[in-house]
């Protein structure tokens, strides 16, 4: 037996290995040691034999709740990912593998490594109303890309569209990438629609520091970025002080921050209700959004979410709040699930980069939705 961790976005401790029926292993922590959930490794045994991975610390990690009804994905060609049968009790969760092939990948969710998202940047450029812009650098020294799309004209509306704050969320990464190519796609009538209306400005990684060191929450030092949005600075939190100081260049008009949660099984939307100057227009542009998205995608719902803030007690710190509140504008958190969405559970993948790449492409047919009615 074998396991490794040694590769972009891996994590994982092993602890014992001596027994094939409890195999003992250990999330490493995010820098600074307060968030944990997120593991990624390879696991290397012999073919058609069954073994018992046990997470020892998984009580302890950041959402316990987040492992109720959890099964952890697998893949053996790291293209295809399914799910794996999965318990969690007296704080272990346990993964239990029979192999096919010598070698399979483990994680919390499919991993969306850095050199795809690279491919993905480099991939949109040939697109002829994309330009990337270097943004500036990670506390580690990689690049904070923006990707425009459309010819900045000032009557258009600015949409931006963030994703990855935590890192671990890959489920962000993978929706942002089917939203881009369905809004790159000539053929597509909405995507035509909507750059006619809106300039896009989409960063699909905002921690690529967390992303490569396999952290769940946060960046390099160990600081959660969605904290971050009313005082950003150069020394903690650089990724949202370049994205702020750009976004007070070109206004924003309708703000999208794409997330994943670790405990609820379904997709929703986290609005700004509770910001100081929110007003009737903001709500019906919020009514009007989610009407729109539940059209759009059978995986949206309403029914179940985050409680609301009470007016003029929202956390301006949060990336949809500040934004909300600094611009005036529709802002929405959306987030999707770690485990299924129970509204249409498919227990052979769960929720998984395919359905994040839908509701990406569905997330457009809202957009156009209300592009009109933003100002």
């Known amino acids: 037996m074998r396991i490794s961790a040694n590769f972009d976005g891996g994590n994982i401790q092993v602890v014992n290995i001596d027994n094939h029926d409890d ?7 995010d820098a600074g040691g307060e968030f944990y959930q997120w593991f ?16 020892i610390n998984a009580g302890t990690a950041s959402y316990p709740k987040g492992w109720q009804n959890y099964q952890a994905v697998a893949s053996y060609d790291r293209q295809h990912w399914f799910r794996v049968p999965t318990a969690y009790q007296d704080g272990t969760l346990s993964i239990q593998l029979t192999l ?5 990948q483990i994680a919390y969710f499919a991993p969306y490594s850095y050199e795809r998202h690279l491919d993905l940047l480099s991939q949109a450029q040939l697109h002829p109303e994309v330009t990337l812009e270097h943004l500036g650098l990670t506390l580690d020294g990689r690049d904070m890309t923006l990707m425009k799309i459309g010819d900045d ?33 000539s053929n597509c009538s909405t995507a035509k629609a909507l750059l006619d209306k809106a300039n896009f400005y989409i960063v699909p990684n905002m921690n690529p520091d967390g992303s490569v060191r396999g952290h769940l929450r946060t960046n390099a ?44 099984p379904y997709v929703f939307l986290a609005g700004c209700e509770g910001v100081p100057g929110y007003s009737p227009r903001l709500a ?38 500040w934004v909300a509140q600094h611009f005036d504008c529709l802002s929405n958190t959306l987030e999707m699930p770690f485990k299924d969405n129970n509204n249409l559970a498919d227990p ?28």
Request: include cysteine; glycine fraction near 8%.
């Open 23 to 29: 195999i003992q292993l250990a999330i490493r922590p």
């Open 40 to 55: 990624n490794f390879r696991f290397e045994g012999e073919v058609g034999k069954q073994y018992t991975l046990n997470i």
């Open 100 to 104: 096919e092939c010598d070698v399979i």
């Open 153 to 185: 004209s000032p009557s258009k509306r600015n949409i931006w569209i963030t994703a990855r704050q935590h890192p671990g969320e890959t489920m962000a990464e993978w929706l942002v990438e089917g939203l881009i190519n369905r809004l790159l796609d």
């Open 221 to 264: 030092i160990g600081v959660n970025l969605n904290r971050e949005w009313q005082t950003p600075s150069l020394a903690r939190s650089p990724e949202v002080y370049h994205v702020v100081h750009k976004m007070q260049q070109t206004g924003v008009d309708l703000f999208y921050d794409v997330h994943g949660d670790e405990g609820l």
């Open 284 to 321: 019906q542009l919020q009514a009007d959004f989610s009407q729109a998205l539940t059209l759009a995608s059978a995986d949206f719902q309403t029914q179940f979410g985050y409680e609301q803030d009470q007016p003029g007690q929202a956390n301006l710190t949060v990336a949809s709040n």
């Open 348 to 375: 052979f993948v769960g929720w998984s980069p395919e359905r994040s790449m839908y509701l990406g492409e569905a997330s457009l047919i809202a957009m156009l939705a209300v592009v009109d009615k933003l100002r």
